[in-house]
């Protein structure tokens, strides 16, 4: 035991087993936290590799309210701006949407399906209370500006049902994310509680959202009128995001993880056509002394027609006074830049949620097996975004609208089911033999309906099946018979169905 220790003894010996245990008690700490900290995660110690990693523990909603408003308007920025950022966001948006997500009522009722397909059908024409666009426009701007701007505000209006208007009394008007005002937050008076502008109840369900009656970006002129809100029961309010945290309230763009390095790309262009730029400028310079008046004079420079150079131009020949010889330009190559310019586009369209082929256009490395595995993991991308986040935060809830309006109008009885089915836009296949004759293999094994076959081209079975069956008759009724038909020409293990009895042609 040390000297102080012994001494300790010698007065009482309860001091010193005191400090033997303190001694192992010491001893016993550092080596269960030295084991502790063998077992850590590598990412969560705290050393030279990560003294300047940077992470809080704050909520989703505390996260987005520190940065959302400059991601968004950075994000529309880009997309003005960045040719990468442009395309990005239309193909994201084409494929999302295309052409449209149709709805058709999926009632048990053949005759009210059909009394309910009619009135969806005009208001697929009418539903814009701007009066600009159909129902799939309004789907592809509104995923647009979600994509771009992170969230998109839908409000359900009601119209006047007055003879030659809407028969079913909904309008769709379309906002901006700009419009909720994310500074309210916390206790309500006389309400709930608010996270950036969206109020919930004492059950933490939406209540309403906290609207400006402006767009809070509009022109000078209408600035006093920009930052009053005003309370929107959520009823009436669709609030398109996809949230990417538990308990998120509002939405970020698409873009937010590739911003950095958009921008870093577009500096890395700027530097190499400067580099250039500035290499073309001179062509020659002729450096000697072509007279005797010139020496002992400074040495100065000044082109054919002995004006001074004071900045230099593409294809500039040069003549530097007091000096005996010619020089000419040799620019550089960067051998480098494409590669370099690949692999970061490549980090940008992983970032972006694309294919690099997709955002580049550049099929230059491809074959058949790489860009089918490429754009299959690209589509499970849009299905996840069409039926997870487009499905339940748009198109259900309008249909729910427009069903519940069209029975308060009285075109619909009040029993009238909200049974419904959508059918997304088709991708394009990228052989389509090979991939139809898969799914005709699918569905003869029983493995997929044919209903999901069509739907996944981008249609209705019953319109198909329609179109087919009157086909059939055409076909039959003036005595032809085509391939195309396989009532009439049985195919591989499609034996050959005869007419209906009485029909045209059936002997």
Known sequence: MPIFDRIAGLFSSKAAA???????????TRDVRAD????????????????AWMAGSTSANAEVYGGFVNLRNRSRDLVRNNVYASKALRVLADNAVGAGITAVARTKNKKLNDKI????????????????????????????????????????????????????????????????????????AGHGVAHLGVELDGDGKRAAYWLFRNHPGEMIYTEPQSYISDRVPAAEVLHLYEALRIGQMRGVPWLTPGMMAARH?????????????????????????????????????VDYAGNKVEQFEPGLIAIARGAKDIKFTQPATNGGYHEAMRTDLQSLAAGWGLTYELLTGDLSRVNYSSIKAGLNEFRRSMESLQWLVLAPMMMRPI????????????????????????????????DPVKETDGDVA?????????????????????????????????LVKEGLVSDADPAQVGKVSAPKVAPPPGAAGNE
């Not at 005191?18 to 016993?28: F, G, I, M, N, S």
């Not at 502790?36 to 003294?51: G, I, K, M």
């Not at 700027?270 to 400074?298: F, M, N």
Request: with cysteine.
């Open 18 to 28: 005191r400090a033997e245990l303190a001694k192992l008690t010491a001893t016993v």
């Open 36 to 51: 502790l900290e063998r077992r850590w995660y590598d990412a969560s110690r705290t050393n030279r590799d990560t003294w």
């Open 117 to 188: 397909n009619a009135l969806w059908t005009e208001f697929v024409d009418e539903c814009d209370f701007g009066g600009q666009h159909d129902l799939y426009g309004l789907q592809r701007l509104a995923v647009r500006s979600m994509l771009e701007g992170g969230e998109t505000v839908i409000r359900l209006r009601t119209r006047s049902a007055a003879p030659g208007r809407l028969a079913v009394p909904l309008g769709l008007q379309l906002l901006e994310g700009d419009y909720i005002d994310h500074r309210k937050n916390g206790d309500i």
């Open 265 to 301: 790309i577009d500096t890395y262009q700027e530097a190499e056509r400067v580099r250039k730029r500035i290499e073309a400028c001179v062509a020659a310079i002729v450096v000697g002394a072509d007279d005797e008046s010139q020496e002992g004079v400074a040495p100065h420079v």
């Open 399 to 430: 249909w729910r609208a427009f069903i519940d309006r069209a029975i308060l109008a009285g075109k619909l009885p009040e029993s009238t089911p909200r049974a419904v089915e959508f059918t997304t836009p088709k991708f394009e296949a990228v």
């Open 442 to 474: 699918a569905v003869r094994s029983f493995l997929m309906p044919p209903q999901e076959a069509i739907r996944r081209r981008g249609y209705d079975p019953d319109v198909v099946l329609a179109d087919h069956k009157a086909w059939h008759d055409m």
